[in-house]
């Protein structure tokens, strides 16, 4: 309500556009919503600060751009001041309330274990024990100076106990134990950091972090875990998808109905369970292509496949099959853009087969995603393909951003509107 009293009852219509998107951007500049379990209150003031004076200098160039609307400078000053006091009021409340929420009724946890013995990984371990309120339980450090100690045992301990995050001290450890410890990581879901020191690492996109005052690498940095960076994609997501349902599926989906029901009995609609974000199943809708059979949730269709209907061959060409799940992206399962999902069976053979198939689980599952735009999309015929299309999901995910994902949703609907060779 604050513009409300600034514009003293003027038309709050531009004003209100230009500063949404205006605070939208200057958020993502200014790093405003990276705050996380283990930043300190002293950040999140100077977070807040920076945002102010960035802000406060964002209104005054639309009042001058706007001189007309007579926005004077103590009332914007006034009106900023405002906002940002609400605003720390809320952030703070926040981070103290669920400080005291883990404390006191040991929500909001984090499990962890430690590879490496030593001054480092000895403080951190402390870290984690004495300041319950980040929400960290530690539960084991494991010393690899006697050559007793497995790996193995380690990597059965974390997933018997459900840890969550694996913190390594290279010094500790021989490259081929980090090797071991990367794919482990990568392909059980697990959140690897590691504790820098003069060794060498991995000439990846490193993330620098502080615990307090312990430094924290991590190995892989992805961008959709940033909170700003959700709230773009998760926005787009309803925004595309609301669009696609009103404006075609309210209009197409009686055509195709009538259109399935002529040619074959049974359901319009496809359902079948996928794996997604986290690993977690959800249903996953199509319109349906093929004759009803009881091999439809273990095999995916191949070229010449006679149980695919003639329209479902049309509908499976140009893609049209796959629209219903715009629901799924409405709902939260699914994003328009990511990887996209596989069948249960084939997920766990490929979780087994395939290195590093896991870390695609990182991020919601998409309706489209680079793989398919880049020659990987239908029927896996060859280990080539699943490897292939692994390899750009995780390039994706590593390297997200909003224009990346509009560069896919053009490429996508000019591939259905050219056909596709492995669209069958």
């Not at 807040?48 to 914007?76: C, D, K, N, T, W």
């Not at 605003?87 to 103290?96: D, Q, R, V």
């Not at 309803?238 to 109905?257: C, D, E, H, K, Q």
Request: charged share 25%; net charge positive; glycine share 4%.
């Amino acid at each position: 309500m604050g513009f409300l009293y600034l514009l003293q009852g003027k038309d709050p219509l531009i004003f209100s556009a230009f500063i949404s998107v205006g605070w939208v951007l200057l958020s993502i500049y200014s790093r405003f919503y990276e705050v996380y379990r283990y930043t300190r209150p002293v950040n999140i003031l100077s977070l807040i600060v920076r945002q102010l004076v960035l802000f406060l200098l964002f209104v005054f160039a639309f009042s001058g751009l706007y001189h007309e609307m007579h926005i004077y400078p103590r009332a914007i000053v006034k009106y900023t001041l405002l906002c940002f006091l609400l605003i720390a009021i809320f952030k703070f409340a926040i981070y103290y309330l669920l400080q005291k929420y883990r404390v006191s009724f040991g929500g909001n946890y984090r499990s962890t274990v430690i590879f490496g013995l030593n001054k480092k990984t000895s403080a951190l371990e402390k870290f984690f024990n004495k300041n319950p309120e980040y929400g960290y339980l530690h539960k084991k450090t494991y010393s690899f100076r006697n050559k007793e100690q497995s790996l193995n045992d380690c990597f059965e301990f974390i997933l018997n106990e459900g840890v969550d995050e694996i913190y390594c001290s290279i010094s500790e450890l021989t490259n081929s134990q980090i090797a071991d410890i990367v794919d482990f990581a990568d392909n059980n879901l697990k959140i690897l950091k590691f504790i820098p020191d003069s060794k060498e690492i991995y000439s990846k996109k490193l993330r620098y972090e502080y615990y307090d005052y312990i430094p924290i690498l991590t190995l892989r940095n992805i961008p959709l875990e940033d909170s700003a960076n959700m709230i773009i994609k998760r926005s787009f997501d309803i925004l595309f998808s609301s669009v696609v349902i009103v404006f075609i599926l309210s209009w197409l989906t009686p055509l195709i109905a009538i259109l399935i029901k002529l040619e074959s009995k049974g359901p319009v609609f496809f359902k079948q369970s996928r794996n997604g974000f986290n690993y977690r199943e959800f249903d996953c809708y199509k319109f349906r292509s093929m004759t009803p059979n009881k091999d439809a949730h273990l095999y995916q269709a191949t070229r010449g496949d006679q149980r695919v209907t003639k329209v479902g061959k049309f509908i499976r060409k140009t893609s049209i099959d796959e629209l219903p799940q715009f629901f799924n992206v409405l709902f939260g399962d699914m994003s328009v853009v990511g990887p996209r999902p596989h069948m249960v069976s084939h997920t766990d053979m490929y979780a087994k087969k395939i290195d590093k198939f896991m870390v695609r689980h990182f991020v919601k599952p998409g309706i489209t995603g680079l793989a398919q735009i880049s020659g990987f999309r239908g029927e896996v015929e060859t280990d080539k393909d699943i490897i292939g299309r692994v390899k750009y999901d995780i390039f994706y995910i590593e390297n997200w951003s909003l224009l990346l994902d509009l560069r896919i949703i053009s490429q996508t609907f000019i591939n259905a509107v050219k056909g596709e060779d492995k669209a069958y």
